[in-house]
């Protein structure tokens, strides 16, 4: 099966990345109980800041650079809208390794090529 999720917050100060990534996570953790999962995360809006490398947060707290490298280990895609780095001045080699800059027209063929498209 083949899951897409679309992420749109901050990666801090709301908790909808955190939330999908965990879902995202557990989704491919139990791909021997649920079949072979295929799973692409787009980030776009303000959720492009989550895919930046050397993110510090205080002892306790998530962290999504951590979360994302292990939706990555894991067999996951991570695509980050390329108009949504450049409106934050970020590039790709600042970046998480494995993070890829995308396109619109890519986050279009991934959805028509999703059996099921989660939005946070």
Same mark, same amino acid.
């Given at each position: 099966?083949?899951?897409l999720?679309?992420?749109?917050?901050?990666?801090?100060?709301?908790?909808?990345?955190?939330?999908?990534?965990?879902?995202?996570?557990?989704?491919?953790?139990?791909?021997?109980?649920?079949?072979?999962?295929?799973?692409?995360?787009?980030?776009?809006?303000?959720?492009a800041s989550?895919?930046?490398?050397?993110?510090?947060?205080p002892?306790?707290?998530?962290?999504v650079? +951590?979360? !994302? &490298?292990?939706?990555?280990?894991k067999? /996951?895609?991570? %695509?980050?809208?390329?108009?949504? *780095?450049?409106? +934050?001045? !970020? &590039?790709?080699?600042?970046?998480?390794? /494995?993070?890829? %800059?995308?396109?619109?027209?890519? *986050?279009?063929a991934?959805?028509?090529?999703?059996?099921?498209?989660?939005?946070?």
């Amino acid at each position: 099966m083949k899951f897409l999720f679309i992420l749109n917050d901050p990666p801090y100060g709301t908790e909808r990345v955190y939330n999908g990534l965990r879902l995202a996570n557990d989704l491919l953790s139990k791909q021997e109980v649920n079949g072979a999962i295929e799973l692409d995360v787009f980030l776009m809006g303000d959720s492009a800041s989550a895919a930046k490398a050397g993110q510090a947060t205080p002892n306790g707290y998530y962290n999504v650079e +951590r979360m !994302l &490298t292990t939706l990555l280990r894991k067999g /996951g895609t991570i %695509r980050v809208c390329a108009t949504c *780095l450049d409106a +934050r001045g !970020l &590039t790709q080699q600042e970046l998480l390794d /494995g993070a890829q %800059r995308s396109t619109l027209d890519e *986050l279009t063929a991934l959805t028509a090529a999703a059996d099921k498209v989660l939005v946070f």
